[in-house]
């Protein structure tokens, strides 16, 4: 990119003139914009060639439009810094003649969409002339330049686009037509030339997928009339799978331990680790477990975790906690994560939806994914791993979530280069359209008075306000309505009523999605496609107005797992799995598709005990009675809790003290043999085992809380097995 730059901002035609009046680095990550600045400078030594737009230095408006006006050759700022430059810019843009080149970073998530349409509205200002000049330009006419603002090939704008994965979207924006008419990107260097180069290694051949299994039951009867819709209840039992402590302290144990095998020798002990988890609550959670395990082992290993705003999670912490919180990182002392992970006494680095992208840490050579990753996503994620380094050559990647196949195939999209199995349907806004007028929630007129109002200059805030607001107020007084009817039946027990109400409901949620779904694909069919209806542009406006302001979302039937527990689990390795990039087959970005084509569908209603059923039936096959839980929290801590001498020993010692009792390792030995006869492959291993009585040892002191139910019991309360 800061070659590209430099390139272009020297750039002259056969007559001499130079080609662009500036050139525009735009980058969506403040971290890349700083390496960017370094990088272009290293080409560019000659003081004020370059001008990056920074908070530092004021008012970011006023130095893009009077780095624009002064002609800069280099100017690199963040996709962010444009909004506060409208004014500036747009003065600037009304001059004829006026060449620019955009260089953008990461094109799929900067310039497609509204930002490259506004981007693209500011700085080529051929349609703005006439309306600088004032005076009575009437609606369909400004209408009609907007749109050609948004459609491709404007003069005067040049875009080079870099990006390591395009989306669809990117490739029939940014694309040339290629031989068979659909779009290719100008230029590629793939990743299989970067790998056979060694610049960047391939990160798949030692991957691990792991398989759960495990078993719930469902006690009480309390639920067995109570019906609960399916999709609801399997995300609440999955969620509930997942940040179980069990759960999450059997793969904290794989991890700990495969790293110190696997990963921590490699680059002369030097090498890191990342651990993706799949929410926040999860990752707050795994910290406090990954510390917990390296703590009771004694093991010198130092681990951070990254995410971003605050997480209130009780179970773990009285108060909510945030990344920079000393009980989540108590070594961070005000550093960066990058810098302190940089730093040797760090080998672990926990991530929920943070440094997935963009993060550049060489010394990465291990992965452990504990979150769904789809297509691109995946391919960004684990190329954490792929950075050169000297020494370098060996990755590893323990995935608990995804399929190798599913893996494999989002890499060999990306392998050679990105292609289109055909181009998006422009005809798809006017289906989107059509279903939409035909919900009967607006009409021609309401969408003329709130367009007219948005595109007069001289339109005010209230007067837009009072254009939409009798639509919204509509639509909100019936979502409000229908959920009254809805409560109101189900205390009655009119199960028709309550049918009919829900089906309102989603019925308008579906309405609301719709909306959204039009706004997105006209922002960006509108860039490549002219569709010259003034109608689909006054929408446009009309569902981006209305879509804030209903604040409304989907009615879910909340599902008690309070009586659910936890009776078998287990993970098991599949064996690791050298995915080869180089085999025969590979796949095609599918083009937009069916958009908005959701309808309010009869939901299924299932017992929650028939739920719990089903998601047993997915993993029955793979357990046996060796992996029953109940013989960690049932058989053996009941056994133990039966003993007055730890009952007393835990009411009388810390935590710690009481870990280090020879009496709890006798007692965990007899609970061992007085369930041989039951359990008899899990005992014999214990038996013959220290290593497993130790990890017993290990689980009842974690997740199954036997020193707090021991504790619990010599103060006078009771504790349940």
Known sequence: MAWSAHFLADLHDAE???????????????????????????????TGVVETITSEHGSKSAQLGQALKDGKKIIVCTIQTFPFALDAVQELAATEGKCFAV??????????????????????????????????IDTETLLAAGMAARAGGSKGLTYVAFTATPKQKTLELFGRPGEDGLPQPFHVYSMRQAIDEGFILDVLKNYTPYKLAFKLAHEGREYDQSQVERSAAMKGIMQWVRL????????????????????????????????????????????????????????????????SGEVSDPESFPAPVSETSSDLNPGLKGRDIRDAFAQPEYQLLLVANKFQTGFDQPLLCGMYVDKMLGGIQAVQTLSRLNRAYPGKDTTYILDFVNEAADILK??????????????????????????????GHYDDFEVDRVARVETDPRGTQAQLSSAIAPVADRLLKR?????????????????????????????????????????RLYAFLSQVFDYANTDIEKRFIFYKRLIPLLEFGRERDTVDLSRVVLTHHTLRSAGRQPLSLGADGNYKLAPMDAVGSGSVQEKQQAYLADIIEKVNGLFEGQLTDDDQLVYVNGVLKGKLLENETLVQQAGNNSKEQFANSPDLKDALMHAIMDALEAHSTMSTQALESERVRAGLKDILLGPAQLYEALRARSQGGSAAP
């Open 16 to 46: 001499n003139r130079k080609l662009f009046d500036s050139v525009l680095v735009v980058s969506d990550r403040n971290v890349l914009d700083a390496q960017l600045q370094e990088a272009i400078f290293d080409f560019e030594r000659t």
């Open 103 to 136: 260089i953008a970073d990461e094109a799929h998530s900067s310039q497609t969409g509204e930002a490259a349409a506004k981007l693209k509205q500011l700085l080529s200002a051929e349609e703005r002339a006439e309306l600088e000049d004032g005076g009575g």
């Open 244 to 307: 179980h402590p069990y759960n999450i302290a059997q793969k904290v144990q794989i991890v700990v331990e495969h790293y110190r095998e696997n990963v921590q020798p490699l680059l002369g002990g030097k090498a890191k680790a990342m651990v993706v988890v799949g929410s926040r609550k999860e990752a707050v959670r795994w910290q406090k477990a990954i510390r917990g395990y390296i703590q009771r082992q004694n093991y010198a290993l130092g681990v951070l975790v990254a995410f």
């Open 410 to 439: 989002a890499f060999k999209t990306y392998y050679a280069t990105a292609e289109l199995e055909a181009r998006t349907d422009p005809h798809l806004v006017f289906d989107l359209r059509a279903k939409l007028d035909a919900s």
């Open 479 to 519: 979502y409000k309505a229908a959920q009254q009817a809805r409560a109101t039946a189900l205390v009655d027990g009119d199960d028709k009523l309550a049918e009919t109400s829900k089906d309102l409901l989603d019925a308008l949620l579906l309405f609301k999605n719709d909306m959204g779904a039009y706004v």
